[in-house]
T-cell receptor, first 118, second 108 residues
Framework: GAVVSQHPSWVICKSGTSVKIECRSL??????MFWYRQFPKQSLMLMAT?????????EQGVEKDKFLINHASLTLSTLTVTSAHPEDSSFYIC??????????????FGDGTRLSIL | AQRVTQPEKLLSVFKGAPVELKCNYS??????LFWYVQYSRQRLQLLLR??SRESIKGFTADLNKGETSFHLKKPFAQEEDSAMYYC??????????FGAGTRLFVKA
């Protein structure tokens, strides 16, 4: 159980394109989803926390207009990288946490999306 | 400031040897700590969490509030333990902060 599916797994696109990444919890309701960015050989950096039905909370230094997050349902959150540029190339990972009383709920991670902007 | 420190980027041990992956944290509140593991070409997955006080795949980790540490230990390393290990701290807002990770390499 507790499977998180992330799509696409790899996307290559031209500079200036907007790219949407989906994160779905397949067998549980994810009240909270997290979006991370991972640079090569570095740790995961939290970008934002999204709660179903409300605006995402962005970490300091993360442009909310650049990285649009939507969490419209309990099983789906999307991250849209708007007008992507080569410096946005990275590995993006989502995770989901679910259930009431989230204090004891671990995070379940997707496989990640490798974004390459040419 | 909230911070997780994993001082070793790479740890190499022989099969059957004890292994300890170090993790120190900085957090003013009551910490909730986790160890996550990422095997080659697989997604990140939870290994264990301090509130469970469990042993998973022979690994244990004890929260030491005095030393602000949550080191991961296993008495006899196996080749299949080779992976990337991340220590993580979850704060009161359910935000999780990850350490830089330690790559464990278990040699035959």
């Amino acid at each position: 159980g507790a499977v998180v599916s992330q799509h696409p797994s790899w996307v290559i696109c031209k500079s200036g394109t907007s790219v949407k990444i989906e994160c779905r919890s397949l067998d549980f309701q994810a009240t909270t989803m997290f979006w991370y960015r991972q640079f090569p050989k570095q740790s995961l950096m939290l970008m934002a926390t999204s709660n179903e039905g409300s605006k995402a909370t962005y970490e300091q230094g993360v442009e909310k207009d650049k990285f649009l997050i939507n969490h419209a349902s309990l099983t789906l959150s999307t991250l849209t990288v708007t007008s992507a540029h080569p410096e946005d190339s990275s590995f993006y990972i989502c995770s989901a946490s679910g259930g009431g009383g989230q204090a004891n709920q671990p995070q379940h991670f997707g496989d990640g999306t490798r974004l390459s902007i040419l | 400031a909230q911070r997780v420190t994993q001082p070793e980027k790479l740890l190499s041990v022989f099969k059957g040897a004890p292994v300890e992956l170090k993790c120190n944290y900085s957090y003013s509140g009551s910490p909730e700590l986790f160890w996550y593991v990422q095997y080659s070409r697989q997604r990140l997955q939870l290994l264990l969490r301090h509130i469970s006080r469990e042993s998973i795949k022979g690994f244990t980790a004890d929260l030491n509030k005095g030393e602000t540490s949550f080191h991961l230990k296993k008495p006899f390393a196996q080749e299949e333990d080779s992976a990337m290990y991340y220590c993580a701290l979850r704060t009161g807002g359910f935000k999780t902060i990850f350490g830089a990770g330690t790559r464990l390499f278990v040699k035959a």
